[in-house]
């Protein structure tokens, strides 16, 4: 095919960095080469070849096909000399031989030479330009393309052309599956990174998640082995002040379904960041340039600003809508009940931008939905405590979240963010404790899950007094309130808090069966001791007794 005067002016708009596409085997004569397109050019291409629809709103609408979420058993990381001895290697991080790396990174760059157009998307990771890294994602789809441009940070128009060489590239063939038969390879979906050559390669799933997620495990090896500081898991946002930088930072961690994203999204406060984040010796800083929100039940009364950010330039994910007038019917589960918004995080209207903070937290919240109704809605965590809940990850599934689930069951995400750990989960914790000390930061357990009861005899905590916890904790009274202790787990939690009935802020007072407390509070304890046993030997013993005690 001969390349088009409109390919050949795309191309040289690449400058410097076609030698390296043509080094890395790419046919230059033969795909043309979209790099950071426009928004509109994006939506054009995937309207015409992928079958996307703009919804009512103006967002784009797209299918990501088979698989709708992402897929841990088939991600893996190359096992080689740089990185080996850092890695926490096991279930959450498979290993991968370089040569079959070298396979699958070929047959991702042959798939990419047989499209038409292949799109580029230069930009950044992380705010802050002392620790940030350049990335450059090689994708076939205009989704893909549109997708990384609202995660990542975009850059400036001289930002893009003095960008040179990428410290970080994804080789996004996802249409084109695995082969099987490859050494080491379990099915035809392979999400692979190679910290040596910084490259990751997607086969076999058009998922978009796969993407952000990979960038997130890089910046949790690059932060704490290169750079020294402490990426998280985590939301963060920051107080408003009159010069705009000094006010009081929070950050937020929780698992999925414990209202890590609604309590962090304050319109009191400026959001920084709604799910990763680097805690750096100058203070926070946001891992992303946008928002990849849950869409599931989503309505302008629960979530006014996640709705209102679902406009033009926005992307909408596995959305069911009805064809006569491009409505998103975000209750309709037929295709995934995973389906994702991802939109900049200044279509966010109180989102800080840049979205840095140049002071060190003041509280951290830690959150868990206790389905068992045990956990108080709030207690003051020790250093060795933090640790603790820290490396535990803990939440608990309800019944109807998942096929098969009766009552409810314990989760544990070490971190609050498991699969995508890359170092032993106790360097990130002696990393948090070290910054907690030397700043003399607050952190808090919040349960947002069940009270008077575990689930089905119990009630859901209400959100207003979540919210007030919250208030108490940004405002300073929580921290000049009265403790008493917590049995069992050993937790300190206030006697009185305005706002907040008295019986809700312990346990053992809204339970009506005193008995059936005792045995929820003993069943869970084991529980988290059971749960904690992998890490034991990698803790000190001051860690492992910060947990509940039979």
Same mark, same amino acid.
């Given at each position: #095919?001969?390349?088009?005067a409109?390919?050949?002016a795309?191309n040289?708009?690449?400058? !410097?960095?076609?030698?390296?596409?043509?080094?890395a @085997?790419f046919?230059?004569?033969?795909i043309?080469?979209?790099?950071?397109a426009?928004?509109?050019?994006?939506?054009?291409?995937?309207i015409?070849n992928?079958?996307?629809?703009i919804?009512s709103?103006?967002?784009l609408i797209n299918f990501?096909?088979k698989?709708?979420?992402?897929?841990p058993?088939d991600?893996?990381i190359?096992?080689?000399d740089?990185?080996?001895?850092? *890695?926490?290697?096991?279930p959450v991080?498979?290993?991968?031989?370089?040569h079959?790396?070298e396979i699958n990174r070929?047959?991702?760059?042959?798939y990419?030479?047989?499209r038409e157009?292949v799109y580029?998307?230069d930009?950044f990771?992380?705010w %802050?330009p002392?620790?940030?890294?350049?990335?450059?994602?090689i994708a076939?789809r205009?989704?893909h393309?549109?997708?990384?441009?609202?995660?990542?940070?975009?850059?400036?128009?001289e930002?893009?052309a003095?960008?040179g060489?990428p410290?970080f590239?994804i080789y996004?063939a996802?249409q084109?599956?695995?082969?099987r038969f490859t050494?080491g390879m379990?099915?035809?979906?392979s999400v692979?990174?190679n910290?040596?050559?910084m490259e #990751?390669v *997607?086969?076999?799933t058009?998922?978009?998640?796969? #993407?952000k997620?990979?960038i997130f495990s890089?910046m949790?090896?690059l932060?704490?082995v290169?750079?020294?500081?402490?990426?998280?898991?985590s939301?963060a946002n920051?107080a408003k002040?009159?010069?705009g930088e000094?006010g009081?930072?929070?950050?937020?961690?929780?698992l999925?379904?414990?209202g890590?994203?609604?309590?962090s999204?304050?319109?009191?406060r400026?959001?920084?960041?709604?799910?990763?984040h680097?805690?750096s010796?100058?203070g926070?800083?946001?891992?992303e340039?946008?928002?990849?929100?849950?869409?599931?039940?989503l309505?302008a009364?629960?979530e006014p600003e996640?709705f209102?950010?679902?406009?033009?330039?926005?992307?909408?994910?596995?959305v069911v809508y009805?064809?006569a007038?491009r409505?998103?019917?975000?209750?309709?589960v037929s295709?995934?009940?995973?389906t994702r918004?991802?939109y900049?995080?200044?279509?966010?209207p109180?989102a800080k931008?840049?979205?840095i903070?140049?002071?060190?937290?003041?509280n951290?919240?830690?959150?868990?939905?206790?389905a068992?109704?045990v956990?108080?809605?709030?207690?003051r965590?020790?250093?060795?405590?933090a640790?603790?809940?820290f490396?535990? @990850?803990?939440?608990?599934?309800t019944p109807?979240?998942?096929?098969g *689930?009766v009552?409810?069951?314990?989760?544990f995400?070490?971190?609050?963010?498991?699969?995508?750990?890359?170092?032993h989960?106790?360097?990130?914790a002696?990393?948090?404790a070290?910054?907690?000390d030397?700043?003399k930061?607050n952190c808090w357990?919040?349960?947002?899950?069940?009270?008077?009861g575990?689930? @089905?005899?119990?009630?859901?905590?209400?959100l !207003?007094?979540t919210?007030a916890?919250?208030?108490? *904790?940004h405002?300073?009274?929580l921290?000049?309130?009265e403790?008493?202790n917590?049995?069992?787990?050993n937790?300190?939690i206030?006697?009185?808090l305005a706002?907040?009935?008295s019986?809700i802020? %312990?346990?053992?007072q809204a339970?009506? %069966? !005193?008995?059936?407390?005792?045995a929820e509070?003993? !069943?869970l304890? @084991?529980?988290f001791?059971?749960?904690f046993?992998k890490y034991?030997?990698?803790?000190g013993?001051e860690?492992k007794?910060?947990?509940?005690?039979?």
């Open positions: #095919m001969a390349p088009t409109h390919h050949e795309d040289q708009f690449l400058g !410097k960095s076609l030698k390296y596409f043509s080094q @085997g046919d230059l004569d033969r043309h080469i979209k790099r950071n426009p928004i509109a050019s994006l939506y054009e291409d995937a015409s992928e079958g996307a629809v919804s709103s103006g967002a990501s096909g698989k709708t979420g992402r897929s058993k991600k893996r190359v096992y080689e740089s990185s080996k001895d850092d *890695i926490w290697w096991g991080n498979i290993k991968m031989d370089e079959t790396f070929e047959r991702a760059i042959d990419l030479n047989t157009n580029v998307f930009g990771a992380g %802050d002392k620790y940030r890294i350049k990335v450059r994602v076939s205009a989704y393309a549109l997708f990384m441009h609202n995660m990542l940070i975009r850059p400036t128009a930002e893009l003095n960008f060489e410290d590239i996004n996802g084109f599956p695995a082969n050494t379990t099915s035809t979906t692979e990174i910290f040596k050559r #990751m *997607i086969l076999g058009e998922y978009a998640g796969e #993407m997620k990979g890089v949790h090896y932060q704490p290169k750079f020294g500081q402490l990426s998280l898991h939301s920051q002040s009159a010069d000094s009081d930072v929070t950050l937020f961690f929780g999925s379904g414990t890590k994203t609604t309590l999204a304050d319109p009191n400026l959001l920084i960041g709604d799910d990763e680097v805690w010796d100058t926070v800083f946001n891992i340039g946008g928002c990849y929100a849950k869409c599931i039940n309505s009364e629960k996640i209102g950010a679902i406009r033009f330039g926005s992307i909408l994910e596995n009805n064809p007038d409505v998103p019917d975000y209750d309709d295709i995934t009940e995973n918004c991802a900049p995080i200044d279509y966010i109180n931008i840049p979205c903070a140049s002071v060190q937290p003041s951290i919240i830690m959150l868990c939905c206790d068992f109704g956990l108080p809605p709030v207690s965590l020790t250093s060795e405590q640790q603790y809940h490396i535990a @990850g803990y939440t608990s599934k109807g979240t998942e096929d *689930i009552e409810p069951s314990p989760t995400s070490t971190c609050y963010g498991q699969p995508f750990i890359v170092l989960p106790g360097r990130y002696k990393m948090l070290e910054r907690m030397k700043n930061v357990l919040i349960n947002t899950g069940w009270t008077g575990k689930f @089905g005899t119990g009630r859901r905590c209400p !207003k007094y919210r916890i919250v208030d108490a *904790i405002d300073g009274s921290a000049k309130a403790y008493t917590f049995p069992i787990f937790l300190a206030p006697k009185a706002g907040v009935p019986e802020l %312990d346990p053992a339970w009506a %069966d !005193k008995a059936g407390f005792q509070i003993e !069943k304890g @084991g529980m001791q059971k749960a046993t034991e030997s990698d803790v013993p860690i007794a910060a947990g509940p005690l039979l």
